[in-house]
């Protein structure tokens, strides 16, 4: 009686764990993660994107970067990853202007990290020429979006740019 107590218990504490043990292998930021994937969830399916040499360009840099500091953790990482993004060859950036503008916030923002890191690389990149686009009206409405919601970080911030962007849709 005894003996089957703990075989029950054994096989009832493995199904709790085994679904936290999934997600942290399918998730998690290591070696485990696919290649081209961010390891912040779902790697981005490049035969949907709009110009799929571009999204699969964007992932093998990515994945560089990655690899290039795979070893390091915490603040030398965070370190690491900056110094990488420095390297960035803009000139072979669809639009070199906003990459080396990119750059710029990047370095004035990283003693930062984490959502304020995030609201100083929104408060310093400069604002998109919507002249220059290739639908004007489409590129305003994004601008007065990413305006209204630039207060926000995370899920907030995409929340309030799929409401701000919303009646425009229909």
Known sequence: MHASSLIIL???????????????????????TPAGG??????????????????????AAHEQVRAACRDSTGSE???CMHRQAQQTDCSRAR????????????AACQ??????????VQEKMPAVDCGQAADPARCQRHQKA???CRDKIGPEHRQC??????PAAR
Not at 95 to 106: G, H, S, T
Not at 161 to 166: G, M, P
Request: aromatic share 4%.
């Open 10 to 32: 054994a096989i009832a504490s493995t199904l709790f764990t085994l679904p936290a043990v999934a997600q942290t292998a399918a998730g998690g930021m290591g070696p485990g």
């Open 38 to 59: 961010s390891g912040m969830g779902r790697p981005t399916d490049c035969s949907k994107a709009a110009d799929p040499t571009q999204c699969m360009a964007r992932q």
């Open 77 to 79: 990482r965070r370190q």
């Open 95 to 106: 639009n070199p202007q906003q990459c080396e503008a990119r750059k710029q916030a990047y």
């Open 111 to 120: 003693e930062r990290n984490g959502p304020d890191f995030k609201r100083c």
């Open 146 to 148: 990413r305006e209204q």
């Open 161 to 166: 740019l799929r409401e701000a962007l919303a």
